[in-house]
T-cell receptor, first 113, second 115 residues
Framework: TQLLEQSPQFLSIQEGENLTVYCNSS?????LQWYRQEPGEGPVLLVT?????EVKKLKRLTFQFGDARKDSSLHITAAQPGDTGLYLC?????????????FGGGTRLMVKP | GAGVSQSPRYKVAKRGQDVALRCDPI?????LFWYQQALGQGPEFLTY????????KSGLPSDRFFAERPEGSVSTLKIQRTQQEDSAVYLC?????????????FGAGTRLSVL
């Protein structure tokens, strides 16, 4: 079983600050997804990273996939209160290994105005 | 709305009661998933349907948990003789087709509290 570790578990920052959260594993991912879950809602897909070393940008969010495809990071520039939520990573399962997602424990981010 | 709909949004049950949680997936979506999310944790897989067939139920924690999708659309997750450790948010997700790279769309969940 692939063990996913997300860090930090909790992060509380002021509006305008920058932050980085991490998703790490001892196993190699074929590809990885990042989700954001706002309070009282289900997770919403932000991005899928596929290639080792890949960098994807979504407005103020920058996603990076490690060269060895064992880790990923999410950097948020100039955080806003609307960024508050639980950030989850989940590798896509290998072919023929089922279609379910296995999530990390998440990073709970609070951005204070 | 065109999203995944779950009902009820909140359910309070006395220990030992049976509960039924409903999921209406996005119309035309072949795959349907149930996840359990404990407080402060990421969601954990419970079971997966492709149309009406339950292809994987390896995540169901005990035989008190039962899921069905008889017509390949709406699904119901039933928990018999609820216990306090069943308290969690139960999330349903659907995806267009039955392969791993399809995007899963999540409902807002049902928050179950067992007293």
């Amino acid at each position: 079983t692939q063990l996913l570790e997300q860090s930090p578990q909790f992060l509380s920052i002021q509006e305008g600050e920058n932050l980085t959260v991490y998703c790490n594993s001892s196993s190699v991912f074929s590809s990885l997804q990042w989700y954001r879950q706002e309070p009282g809602e289900g997770p919403v897909l932000l991005v899928t990273v596929v290639t080792g070393g890949e960098v994807k940008k979504l407005k103020r969010l920058t996603f990076q996939f490690g060269d060895a495809r064992k880790d990923s990071s999410l950097h948020i520039t100039a955080a806003q209160p609307g960024d508050t939520g639980l950030y989850l990573c989940a590798p896509l399962p290998p072919r023929n290994a089922g279609n379910m997602l296995t999530f990390g424990g998440g990073t709970r981010l609070m951005v204070k105005p | 709305g065109a999203g995944v709909s779950q009902s009820p949004r909140y359910k309070v049950a006395k220990r030992g009661q049976d509960v039924a949680l409903r999921c209406d997936p996005i119309s035309g979506h072949v795959s349907l998933f149930w996840y359990q999310q404990a407080l402060g944790q990421g969601p954990e897989f419970l079971t997966y349907f492709q149309n009406e067939a339950q292809l994987d139920k390896s995540g169901l924690p005990s035989d008190r948990f039962f899921a069905e999708r008889p017509e390949g659309s709406v699904s119901t997750l039933k928990i018999q003789r609820t216990q306090q450790e069943d308290s969690a948010v139960y999330l349903c997700a659907s995806s267009l087709a039955g392969y791993a790279k399809n995007i899963q769309y999540f409902g807002a969940g049902t928050r179950l509290s067992v007293l």
